[in-house]
T-cell receptor
Framework: AQSVTQLGSHVSVSEGALVLLRCNYS??????LFWYVQYPNQGLQLLLK??????LVKGINGFEAEFKKSETSFHLTKPSAHMSDAAEYFC???????????FGSGTRLQVQP | EPEVTQTPSHQVTQMGQEVILRCVPI?????FYWYRQILGQKVEFLVS????????KSEIFDDQFSVERPDGSNFTLKIRSTKLEDSAMYFC????????????FGPGTRLTVT
């Protein structure tokens, strides 16, 4: 069975600082990996995904993530935080060939002025 | 930009009543999904639907749940006899086709069972 662990339920950074949100997964087969963002009172918006190919993937709003198989990680980064990045971020995984997403518990990002 | 829509945004029902949550997926998408998030807990997969039949379901999706695509645009989740523990945010999602695994989510319906 798959599982997703997001370290840190709350992360606070200053505007302009590096954002690093951690995600580790366990899966018995090569996974597909996703990051979603949820703004207040809105649905989940896809930020980026990894399925195959290049392990460093770029997404919307300047975010990127790197798939590291040896570390079973898919951490999300952004070089410079913006106030508008304040939201909840969810890492999710699906087994290759399956559709069901398994989500982590989410990390709430606060950006301080 | 096309988006998944859900109605109602908030539904209050009494225990034992039937509820139907409605979703309009993105128009050219072929896969449809329901997820739920109980307050303070993780988002959980319920069911996926393709070609007018269930393609995957979780152990949560028991006999009290059913899904239907009654026409060319709507996708519904029915809960036959609601329980207090069914109170949650229910998200509908859709994805494009056989090779695309990106799921696009609606804003959710908050179901409160009293």
């Amino acid at each position: 069975a798959q599982s997703v662990t997001q370290l840190g339920s709350h992360v606070s950074v200053s505007e302009g600082a590096l954002v690093l949100l951690r995600c580790n997964y366990s899966s018995s087969v090569p996974p597909y990996l996703f990051w979603y963002v949820q703004y207040p009172n809105q649905g989940l918006q896809l930020l980026l995904k990894y399925t195959t190919g290049a392990t460093l993937v770029k997404g919307i709003n300047g975010f990127e993530a790197e798939f590291k198989k040896s570390e079973t990680s898919f951490h999300l980064t952004k070089p410079s935080a913006h106030m508008s990045d304040a939201a909840e971020y969810f890492c999710a995984v699906s087994e290759a060939g399956r559709r069901a997403l398994t989500f982590g518990s989410g990390t709430r990002l606060q950006v301080q002025p | 930009e096309p988006e998944v829509t859900q109605t109602p945004s908030h539904q209050v029902t009494q225990m034992g009543q039937e509820v139907i949550l409605r979703c309009v997926p993105i128009s050219n998408h072929l896969y449809f999904y329901w997820y739920r998030q109980i307050l303070g807990q993780k988002v959980e997969f319920l069911v996926s639907f393709y070609n007018n039949e269930i393609s995957e379901k979780s152990e949560i999706f028991d006999d009290q749940f059913s899904v239907e695509r009654p026409d060319g645009s709507n996708f519904t989740l029915k809960i036959r006899s609601t329980k207090l523990e069914d109170s949650a945010m229910y998200f509908c999602a859709s994805s494009e086709g056989l090779v695309s695994y990106e799921q696009y989510f609606g804003p959710g319906t908050r179901l409160t069972v009293t």
